[in-house]
């Protein structure tokens, strides 16, 4: 039996020891926004915040996230009302067919949070973890330095 918080919400679940955290999240929780492209910690897509970390889903067992908090893309905004990160990403173009954009936001999320940002190489070396096969990595970059500024201003 695990415990954990996640998107703010404490549940109890019964888990094999091998089940992936990307698999809790996605088919326990039905939080499919996590998305799962490599399975094996190159991509980036499943990124998500584990006590305000970010960790690659796919590379932890949900057993290592008991007693933890997750957050996820879907902690972020709706469409109605989008998260300013996520304002930013679509106001700069920073997504294409966006399959890595959940990972790329929750990334971009741990950065705003923990670094200045002062300059856009120490975004791109933030951002170095997450691939994009659509490779909008200079609309990105527009993209965290707008929602680095916002951030700024506040
Ligand atoms: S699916 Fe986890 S890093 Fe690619
Ligand atoms: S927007 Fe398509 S993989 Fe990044």
Known sequence: ?????VNGVTSE????????LADFL???LGLTGTHVGC???????????LNG???RACLCF?????????????????????????????????????????????????LLRKYPLATDAEIREGLSGNLCRCTG????????RSAVEARNES
């Open 1 to 5: 039996m695990i415990r954990v918080t």
């Open 13 to 20: 679940h019964e888990v094999e020891a091998r089940l992936l």
């Open 26 to 28: 996605r088919h326990s």
């Open 39 to 49: 399975e094996q910690g190159v991509c980036g897509a499943c990124t998500v915040l």
């Open 53 to 55: 970390d970010s960790v």
């Open 62 to 110: 949900a057993v290592q996230a008991d007693g933890g908090e997750i957050e996820t893309v879907e902690s972020l905004g709706t469409v109605d009302d989008l998260h300013p990160l996520q304002k930013a990403f679509q106001e700069h173009h920073a997504l294409q067919c966006g399959f890595c954009t959940p990972g790329m936001l929750m990334t971009g999320i741990d």
């Open 137 to 144: 990595y200079e609309h990105l970059v527009q993209a965290i």
